[in-house]
T-cell receptor, first 112, second 113 residues
């Protein structure tokens, strides 16, 4: 596709359940980023991938959060045992050297 | 990465130029100034970036002071669709840097009819 694609666009889950969020970056982009944005707040960096490796995981809030990237393309962000404070919009972005970050439309996660 | 300071909010009349300031007094020599905007319920959108020289593209112009301690994003003819939160970010682009951007609170620009 032409842009960064994220799925699902909306996810409602119950507290304690696991969720998986998917990101398809722009074809050819080597770098991939996950951010989240709570209601009325700024963007919070979570993790960065270069290829399939994640040299910067400094923003992951807890060990319930993990992410992987396969084939230098698709990435999955997994949240285990979701909590209500995990409710937010999860944004994925991709980039290549010399370019800015191109963001997807995000996944709205609601934990009831 | 250097910290940036932006006004919390600004208003602009439709059709007029919107000038959004950003202070980055601790910027270092290899740090770029990036501008992004986020329209309600959408992901952030790249606008423009620069190092030393002024830059212009189809969306906006970026004016960076000679000492690089501040910059101004100019939307030459603001429209209602330019209403958004505008983020000024300073970041290195060296090969050893992850390229992640740290977003602050930005400036909420309200374009009014």
């Amino acid at each position: 596709g032409a842009g960064v694609s994220q799925s699902p666009s909306n996810k409602v889950t119950e507290k304690g359940k696991d969720v998986e969020l998917r990101c398809d970056p722009i074809s050819g982009h080597t770098a991939l980023y996950w951010y989240r944005q709570s209601l009325g707040q700024g963007l919070e960096f979570l993790i960065y991938f270069q290829g399939n490796s994640a040299p910067d995981k400094s923003g992951l809030p807890s060990d319930r959060f993990s992410a992987e990237r396969t084939g230098g393309s698709v990435s999955t962000l997994t949240i285990q045992r979701t909590q209500q404070e995990d409710s937010a919009v999860y944004l994925c972005a991709s980039s290549s050297p010399g370019l800015g970050l191109f963001f997807g439309s995000g996944t709205q996660l609601s934990v009831l | 990465d250097a910290k940036t300071t932006q006004p919390t909010s600004m208003d602009c009349a439709e059709g007029r130029a919107a000038n959004l300031p950003c202070n980055h007094s601790t910027i270092s020599g290899n740090e770029y100034v990036y501008w992004y905007r986020q329209i309600h319920s959408q992901g952030p959108q790249y606008i423009i970036h620069g190092l030393k020289n002024n830059e212009t593209n189809e969306m906006a112009s970026l004016i960076i002071t000679e000492d690089r301690k501040s910059s101004t994003l100019i939307l030459p003819h603001a429209t209602l669709r330019d209403t958004a939160v505008y983020y000024c970010i300073v970041s290195k682009r060296s090969s050893g840097n992850t390229g992640k951007l740290i977003f602050g609170q930005g400036t909420t620009l309200q374009v009014k009819p």
